[in-house]
Nanobody
Framework: VQLVESGGGLVQPGGSLRLSCAASRKIFEIDVVDWYRQAPGKERELVATTTSGGRANYADSVNGRFTISRDFARNTVDLQMNSLKPEDTAVYYC?????????????????WGQGTQVTVSS
């Protein structure tokens, strides 16, 4: 699965951005799609998750401000980011997990995009 992020850029505090993650495989075939971010000098952290069953979960730091969604027509997973803060500045990465089931076991396959820079600054 190839993932390509887009939509990053420079925005003022309080502004909004919409990130998109385009996948080479049909979105409905991917078990989990996440957005992570990594700020300079910090570890990569999970921001938001969406499952094939339609569930969404968010980090406490973005809950209520960010919304993750699957667009089946465009075959993307989008992250709508509102009320942005300087501390949201980071490289945002799209991650996908495909679980392959056999009689003997289930195996996870993980895929990452190249990342897109989001900078929140006045």
């Amino acid at each position: 699965v190839q993932l390509v992020e887009s939509g990053g850029g420079l925005v003022q505090p309080g502004g909004s951005l919409r990130l998109s993650c385009a996948a080479s495989r049909k979105i409905f075939e991917i078990d989990v799609v996440d957005w992570y971010r990594q700020a300079p000098g910090k570890e990569r952290e999970l921001v938001a998750t969406t499952t094939s069953g339609g569930r969404a979960n968010y980090a406490d730091s973005v809950n209520g401000r960010f919304t993750i969604s699957r667009d089946f027509a465009r075959n993307t997973v989008d992250l709508q980011m509102n009320s942005l803060k300087p501390e949201d500045t980071a490289v945002y990465y799209c991650h996908a997990k495909v679980v392959v089931h056999t009689i003997e076991r289930s195996t996870d396959f993980d895929y990452w995009g190249q990342g897109t820079q989001v900078t929140v600054s006045s």
